[in-house]
RNA sequence: GGGCGAGUGGUGGAAUGGCAUACACGAUGGACUUAAAAUCCAUUGGCCGCAAGGUCAUGAGGGUUCAACUCCCUCUUCGCCCACCA
């Protein structure tokens, strides 16, 4: 290899050694003046990080250090979401238990952010599969019970044949288990569930507060919970006193209902087909739509499948006998599971009516064209106007929305109603690695919460966590055997373990009192630092983790434990970085290790590719080639402050600095008009990479914008003179470069820095500000456009009048003769900028 | 099917109504060197032209505007998320 550029493997485990013996990043807790709480999202200790796990490390430790250069006291804290399924699953295929492996992992991870030069307050570790932090996650878990948001229930539950245990929907990706891939099918048991539901109002109205969350988060989540506001309708079943709901959000279509059909599972579905005439073939079909596993029911062109029960239903609104129907298109776990059907307006109704041959009627037509039902090919959806709905005809049907409920509500055969999509939250788990439900199940007694005194139950160590279906913990008699702690009788435990979504929807609260073995934090602390001022991670959790954060946030809210009901101010979510475009994993092979190139340019370059590499929260490709450009760049800082600030370079220093500085040709004195421009560019540079990284985190053309004035460095020196001594002008300008790039690649910042002779570190320092009269150029070139076309530029003084400019326009050789002789039409003038002409 | 985002040189990208292609990679040439590497300097969107210069280009087509990568409409390709939600 080629002699370095800079001896960045020397000054970067001296300054990593630095940060950490002088304590840079570690926060006292009550100390909340200019406060400023910096968060990556925790990260499951998997064996090792590649590249694009460190973008999401590197964009916070640019934050925290920016931040700290800015006056704020900064808590940035590192954990580890370190219960979960892939330490199990490697345990049950012969390997360590979860517990060795997983702390292997994290002290391997350790070590390379450490490399990475990202620092934390490492006092404030958490790590969630340890007792002294699940002891909380299951304190939490009684707090929830307590108020009656942990219940059990027999549930129909995604089950997954090959990982042996339950998903929670949210784990189900079209029909199939997200960790391994196969088709997921469904079991009856039962499980513990958090009541997030109750909370469907709140956590969708309240994203209303978070201002500065991408906008796309927010859309998500408020997809995930869908609202959708309709109104209950009651179908009296004709020949009996029954009545069946039906929800809808297009009540304007309730005169055009020809049919009404129930999902499988709805609960009148064994009445209503007794005794009927194909009552045989209808429990035949109920059987196998219900045993349709879930990749089968929501295939996309899954066929509508029903079948008539030979009932009817009565329409209230206009006493039409409609024939009641059962198909697997319609969900019981939505709204009432029976749908009131509207061919003519509703896609699916539609396409059931054409294959079963049911009646389609209009009710809403056309403004453009009158509807033919017969003639139809497809369900017309759009806007129009009421017809066949006796006195709501001629109403615009959006208009007709409203009054029909009313009348429906007066009637009371009806009422306005609300429905989300969000469902209740599954958090058991048939699995070892988790932390354990802390309930008892007592012969006399029932259901009896573990008292806090008794918390934190502890995992056995002599679990067989081979998945048997059942949890591992089931098969530990050490474990299952417990005294009542009611009536000291014999007792079971719960054998669950929680989703670790549980563990992870409160850690943010941890880091402030990450010892405390009395309670799970400090109420007054954590309102002085809560919410979070700055939160980074990756948006493929813009659903789960940041809606069940949430969710937690505000129950611990509601229970007064603390005072805020948000717990993330503002959100960053940064893009994947792929390589040979595909996400980065070793089944691939597309892996990009840190490790080694480190070792080869050393972090700071690393650090600096990564954040040149694009936009942060863009997707972005990796390239080897564009490390080495990151390289050259912090190789031509180093040896040009090496030549402007009279210091003697380094042994390692390239031969012609070495050279160079030998002849006394080190010193440059600029003229005074190359020190002007200079010094402007370096003004203009602070202002620039400062407004890039406040507004929206744009580092990479924050970096270009330093390139562009290390360059200009470049330039101004091949036009110096040699002359007496360091130039104040070049001095200012490779100072700021340090200091602007300090956040971004500390290393060699603070290296420079002490060189200059300080003697503090460079992230004590306050962040430059610039100097507006600096920046300023008195004189500017304007662009002269002949109909919106570039034929010229001249310089002129800033601030010139219009007739000024005219004049000199006018004058100009090449519009003179552009012009010629034909009349100006407009002659327009944007200040400093541009003129142009229209002829 | 729905929602969101994107499409700019050989490549990553910059510009959010005002000089399209900043910055970087790659490439080519030069200086230095016995040589190479490294470094420094220069050139680098296409086409026409010796040149001055002209002309065409931001996925395609249309529109608004003195002026459009940027705003509006239609279409198209790709990516992500959701998906029989009544």
């Not at 403004?367 to 369900?379: H, I, R, V």
């Not at 020196?717 to 790039?741: F, H, M, R, S, Y």
Request: proline letters at 5%; charged letters at 30%; a positive charge.
């Amino acid at each position: 290899m080629a002699e370095p550029h800079y001896p960045f493997n020397e000054i970067e485990p001296k300054w990593q050694k630095f940060w950490d013996e002088t304590g840079l990043f570690k926060v006292d807790e009550k100390n909340t003046k200019n406060k400023f709480y910096c968060l990556m999202m925790f990260p499951y200790p998997s064996a090792s990080l590649h590249v694009g796990h460190g973008r999401n490390y590197i964009i916070g430790d640019v934050v925290a250090r920016y931040k700290m250069m800015n006056g704020f006291n900064v808590l940035t804290p590192m954990g580890w979401d370190a219960f979960g399924l892939p330490a199990e699953n490697a345990a049950i295929k012969g390997g360590l238990h979860p517990r060795i492996s997983t702390l292997a992992n994290i002290t391997t991870m350790k070590k390379q952010l450490n490399r990475w030069g990202v620092g934390y307050d490492w006092a404030r570790e958490v790590t969630s599969c340890l007792p002294d932090y699940y002891k909380w996650t299951q304190w939490i878990f009684l707090k929830l019970y307590e108020k009656g948001l942990a219940y059990k229930k027999k549930a129909a539950v995604n089950w997954c044949p090959s990982c042996n245990t339950v998903l929670a929907n949210e784990q189900v990706i079209s029909g199939k288990c997200e960790r391994c891939d196969t088709d997921v099918t469904q079991r009856d048991l039962e499980q513990w569930f958090f009541k997030i539901t109750a909370y469907a109002e709140t956590l969708l109205k309240d994203i209303d507060k978070l201002t500065n969350w991408p906008e796309r988060v927010k859309i998500m989540q408020r997809n995930w919970i869908g609202k959708s506001e309709g109104v209950e309708i009651d179908f009296k079943i004709a020949d009996s006193n029954k009545i069946l709901t039906c929800f809808t959000t297009r009540v304007d279509t309730i005169f055009g209902a020809t049919y009404m059909v129930l999902a499988p599972e709805h609960s009148e579905v064994d009445d209503l087909i007794k005794g009927a005439v194909n009552e045989k073939e209808v429990r035949s079909f109920i059987q196998k739509a219900k045993n349709e596993t879930m990749i089968e029911r929501s295939a996309t062109n899954a066929e509508k499948e029903g079948m008539f029960t030979g009932k009817y239903v009565i329409n209230p609104v206009n006493g039409r006998k409609i024939p009641l129907w059962i198909a697997n298109y319609v969900l019981m776990e939505y709204g009432t599971g029976a749908v009131m059907a509207v061919p003519a307006h509703d896609q699916r109704d539609f396409e059931f009516a054409k294959k079963y041959n049911l009646p389609i009627e209009v009710v809403i037509d056309n403004p453009k064209g009158k509807l033919n039902a017969a003639l139809m090919k497809e369900a017309y959806i759009e806007d129009g106007v009421m017809v066949n709905s006796s006195q709501f005809d001629g109403l615009s049907n959006r208009e007709a929305m409203g009054k029909i409920a009313d009348w429906m509500e007066q009637k009371k055969i009806g009422k306005r109603s609300v429905n989300y999509r969000l469902r209740d939250w599954l958090i058991s788990r048939q699995r070892y690695w988790g932390a354990p439900i802390p309930i008892i199940y007592c012969d006399k007694c029932g259901m009896v919460p573990v008292p806090e005194k008794d918390l934190p139950v502890l995992l056995p160590e002599d679990a067989e966590f081979r998945p048997h279906g059942e949890s591992p913990l089931a098969r530990s008699r050490s474990f299952m055997d417990v005294k009542c702690p009611k009536c000291r009788g014999k007792a079971k435990r719960e054998p669950d373990t929680m989703d670790t979504f549980v563990d992870s929807s409160w850690y943010y609260l941890r880091y402030l009192s990450p010892k405390d073995d009395k309670k799970p934090f400090d109420r007054e602390v954590v309102n002085k630092w809560l919410p979070v001022d700055q939160y980074i991670g990756g948006v493929e959790h813009a659903i789960l983790h940041l809606l069940y954060s949430r969710f937690i946030t505000k129950v611990l809210y509601d229970l007064k434990l603390i005072g805020f009901d948000e717990p993330f101010k503002n959100l960053f979510t940064q893009g994947m970085i792929v390589k040979d475009g595909a996400k980065m994993s070793k089944s691939k092979g597309n892996v990009v290790s840190p490790d080694i190139l480190i070792d080869k340019y050393g972090s700071d370059t690393v650090r600096l590719y990564t954040l040149f590499i694009g936009p942060p929260e863009k997707d972005a490709e990796w390239s080897d080639r564009g490390v080495e450009g990151a390289y050259r760049f912090l190789g031509r800082i180093w040896r040009v402050a090496e030549q402007i600030t009279n210091h003697p370079p380094s042994p390692k220093a390239s031969a012609d600095v070495r050279r160079s500085f030998n002849k006394g040709g080190h010193k440059f004195q600029l003229t005074s008009e190359a020190s002007k421009k200079l010094r402007r560019k370096t003004h203009q540079t602070i202002k620039r990479v400062t407004e890039d990284i406040e507004q929206g985190f744009h580092f990479n053309t924050a970096i270009s914008a330093t390139m562009e004035l290390v360059n200009e460095i470049y330039d101004a020196i091949q036009e110096a003179k040699e002359g007496l001594g360091d130039d104040p002008t070049l001095k200012e300008a490779i100072k700021t470069v340090a200091i602007l790039l300090a956040p971004f690649v500390p290393h060699i910042s603070e290296e420079l820095w002490r060189k200059w002779g300080n003697k503090e570190s460079i992230f004590k320092l306050k962040w430059p500000a610039y100097d507006k009269s600096l920046i300023i150029e008195e004189e500017l070139e304007l662009v002269i456009q002949i109909n919106g076309r570039v034929r010229s530029k001249i310089l002129v003084p800033k601030d010139s009048s219009e007739l000024d400019v005219k004049e000199k326009v006018l004058i100009d050789e090449k519009i003179k003769q552009w012009i010629g002789d034909k009349p100006i039409k407009k002659f327009i003038l944007v200040p400093d900028k541009l003129v142009n002409i229209v002829i």
